[in-house]
């Protein structure tokens, strides 16, 4: 056992008020992959995109229940995967809206009173490990509000529509924004009040929090921590996950 699992299994001897849900994001009309299958139900090596995504929350040892936002025609077959991958965490699916932000709400609005804090997490992002998870968690329980990312090596540029470059732009403190983001459910829930005040749409949940003005820490959680968004990501994926040794 990993010395962070052993640090996350004893919070709740501490840190009673930590019991944490995790909202999987599962409903895109996934247009980018130029397919009409949920991208999350894309095999890699095998086994679908959220098979992974669901296996490494049910490995967390942090998070106690898993909620699946989906699309209603993929619920039958999330079910199965669910089985067939030993998903005992899996509490209910909930049918998801019309963009990211209704869907997150939704998922997070069937949770129970007794969740402290909830780790919205991407579907198709299949590559996050448990450990990353715990990370994430455990710094939320310090400051309410946390979301994993990775701080960007790249030179980056501004261009024009046409691709002309117009600047390049300092990356100093510049990061790239993953999942999960973990916040206390009664400050994401003021957030997604106070986004509905302000007519405010955004496609990331610590987005929301920012609006509020309450401070989101990032915890560094690697490149590999990708999302299955284009044909080209999966033979990327399948690279870390040989990488990683996983076997079925």
Not at 150 to 166: E, F, M, N, P, Y
Request: with cysteine; proline share 2%; glycine share 6%.
């Amino acid at each position: 056992m990993s010395k962070i699992f052993k640090i996350a299994e004893s919070l709740y001897e501490w840190l009673p008020n930590t019991y944490t849900a995790a909202v999987i994001l599962a409903a895109g009309s996934s247009t980018r992959m130029g397919k009409a299958i949920n991208k999350q139900l894309h095999r890699i090596n095998g086994v679908p995109a959220l098979a992974y995504t669901m296996m490494a929350y049910q490995q967390c040892p942090l998070i106690r229940e898993i909620v699946v936002v989906t699309r209603k025609e993929d619920f039958e077959e999330v079910y199965s995967m669910a089985k067939a991958y030993g998903i005992k965490k899996l509490t209910q699916l909930v049918v998801g809206g019309a963009t990211r932000q209704e869907s997150a709400k939704r998922g997070v609005n069937k949770l129970g009173a007794h969740v402290k804090y909830v780790a919205i997490a991407d579907g198709a992002r299949c590559l996050t490990t448990p450990q990353q998870i715990a990370k994430v968690c455990m710094m939320a329980y310090r400051h309410k509000a946390a979301c994993a990312a990775h701080l960007l090596s790249d030179t980056v540029k501004r261009a024009t529509v046409l691709g002309i470059v117009q600047e390049t732009v300092d990356r100093t403190g510049l990061w790239q924004v993953q999942t999960p983001q973990v916040f206390h459910t009664s400050l994401y829930q003021a957030a997604l009040i106070k986004a509905e005040q302000d007519n405010f749409a955004v496609t990331d949940d610590a987005s929301l929090v920012e609006h509020l003005g309450y401070q989101v820490r990032l915890v560094e959680c690697g490149r590999s921590n990708i999302k299955i968004t284009t044909l080209e990501d999966i033979p990327l994926a399948t690279a870390i996950l040989n990488y990683r040794g996983y076997k079925k």
